[in-house]
């Protein structure tokens, strides 16, 4: 089967940089994911690792080393808007490749 | 924006009752999925399908769930009876069919929110 690690809380101040890591365990790896939820909303998109390196998109950052089998969304220029849940999820396993959230780490942003 | 249509948005019920959820896909996508959300945890994937086939329901408990999507389209997920332990948020996702960074992508719903009495 699959796990993922991930920090319960994390809490930084506006304008900050903060890093979120997710270690994982799969029998096969296809991929890395990150997730937004804002609470008593849908999960939404935030960017996909297949490859080892960082990729960009805006403000957000993601990471993947396969051999560690870990990763990190990195998050600058906090604004309080990103107060929110972060999962990460992997898509691996044998046979049917399913992807598996993490537990979510909580993100408050203060002024 | 094209988005994942799902109702009811709220559901209260009393166990042993039966409720169906309901979702539209976003136009063109034929891969659906239903996860199920506790409060405080990760999206659980209970049933994944490709066009009108199910390519996974490994973790949907068969003898009081049941999901279809006929016309793979839309897709209705119920759950008969219901037990207490059935609450938690139904969310439906949806993406493109394929492999690619793009694909990977899954649009969620805005959930529904069951409360089994």
């Known amino acids: 089967g699959q796990s993922l690690e991930q920090p319960s809380e994390v809490t930084a101040v506006e304008g900050a940089i903060v890093q979120i890591n997710c270690t994982y365990q799969t029998s096969g790896f296809y991929g890395l994911s990150w997730y937004q939820q804002h609470d008593g909303g849908a999960p939404t998109f935030l960017s996909y690792?297949?490859?080892?390196g960082l990729e960009e998109t805006g403000r957000f950052s993601s990471f993947l080393s396969r051999s560690d089998s870990y990763g990190y969304l990195l998050l600058q220029e906090l604004q309080m808007k990103d107060s929110a849940s972060y999962f990460c999820a992997v898509r691996g396993g044998t046979g049917f490749q399913k992807l598996v959230f993490g537990t979510g780490t909580r993100l408050l942003v203060s002024p | 924006e094209a988005e994942v249509a799902q109702s009811p948005r709220y559901k209260i019920t009393e166990k042993s009752q039966a409720v169906a959820f309901w979702c539209d896909p976003i136009?063109?996508?034929?891969?659906l999925y239903w996860y199920r959300q506790i409060l405080g945890q990760g999206p659980e994937l209970l049933v994944q399908?490709?066009?009108?086939?199910?390519?996974?329901d490994s973790q949907l408990p068969k003898d009081r769930f049941s999901a279809e999507r006929l016309k793979g389209v839309d897709s209705t997920l119920k759950i008969q009876p219901a037990e207490l332990g059935d609450s938690a948020m139904y969310l439906c996702?949806?993406?493109?069919?394929?492999?690619?960074?793009?694909?990977?992508?899954?649009?969620f719903g805005p959930g529904t929110r069951l409360l089994v009495l």
């Open positions: 690792n297949a490859l080892d």
């Open positions: 399908f490709q066009d009108e086939s199910v390519v996974d």
């Open positions: 136009s063109g996508h034929a891969t």
């Open positions: 996702a949806s993406s493109l069919k394929g492999a690619t960074r793009h694909q990977e992508t899954q649009y």
